[in-house]
């Protein structure tokens, strides 16, 4: 089975048309997106509008939750630029959506009869806003899986993307678990500008105990930065979201 992961799209409606559009090239069996659809770029309502056509399971991110704060500001004739911007754009129907989200998604394949748990989030299990980065202590990110039960762990929030393997086994009996932080689609930090998803393929033979019975494969999308970028600064969104676009920072 080959599963797509993708996450942080922050209304970047360019970045993410040319995700979909390699995601009809790759054909996966399911695409699931782990939050973040607004906030830094001025496509919220478009971005929502193709989750939606798609069918694409998500989960909440942080900036999605915060359009329970920032309300439309209708007849506002402020010319000041401000991040909280973004948010204003959401519609009232889009809004809904956002704060109906589910926080995990549990999945549980049943393997040589055995399970394996994957577990999906927006920062951690444990918080929404907590970051999983990749040099977190190898003992921390073992108390997290056994306390959630996951034997693959699957994230986004900090943009930056990796695939981690840890190994809870004792008893000289192995037991993986993967770590894998799917990047950002519309906002990657990690110095490279093309958008960013996973592809995870999952075989009949997998199982907790061999270390590459998951296949990680990071997908690099090249979309026009410069028409999102073009975007924000004709917006009122502070023109330095404009440049990390262009950095990837």
């Given at each position: ?100 989200l589910p926080r995990h998604l549990r ?25 999983l980065l990749h040099d977190l202590p ?61 592809l995870i393929t999952i075989d009949q ?45």
């Open positions: 089975m080959k599963i797509a992961l993708l996450s942080d799209i922050h209304a970047n409606l360019p970045a993410f048309e040319a995700v979909l559009e390699d995601l009809e090239k790759q054909q996966p069996d399911a695409v699931y997106c782990l939050g973040d659809l607004v906030g830094y770029n001025v496509w919220p309502n478009q971005v929502i509008g193709l989750v939606r056509k798609y069918g694409i399971a998500t989960i909440a991110g942080n900036h999605d939750l915060k359009v329970s704060k920032i309300m439309p500001s209708e007849g506002d004739c402020s010319k000041e630029e401000s991040s909280e911007y973004a948010y204003r754009l959401v519609g009232k129907k889009e809004r809904d959506y956002l704060l109906t999945i549980e394949f049943q393997l040589n009869d055995q399970p394996l748990n994957m577990l999906l989030v927006h920062g951690s299990p444990r918080s929404i806003n907590e970051y190898e003992q921390y990110m073992l108390e997290l899986v056994r306390e959630f039960k996951a034997d693959i762990l699957c994230f986004g929030h900090s943009h930056k993307p990796y695939h981690r393997v840890i190994n809870s086994g004792e008893n000289s009996i192995e037991h993986f678990h993967h770590l894998i932080n799917t990047g950002s689609v519309g906002k990657p930090k990690d110095g490279d500008a093309r958008a960013c998803y996973v033979t997998a199982s907790t105990t061999t270390q590459d019975a998951v296949q990680v494969e990071f997908v690099r999308v090249k979309y026009d930065v410069e028409k999102a970028a073009k975007a924000v600064e004709l917006s009122l969104l502070p023109n330095a979201f404009a440049d990390n676009l262009r950095k990837a920072y």
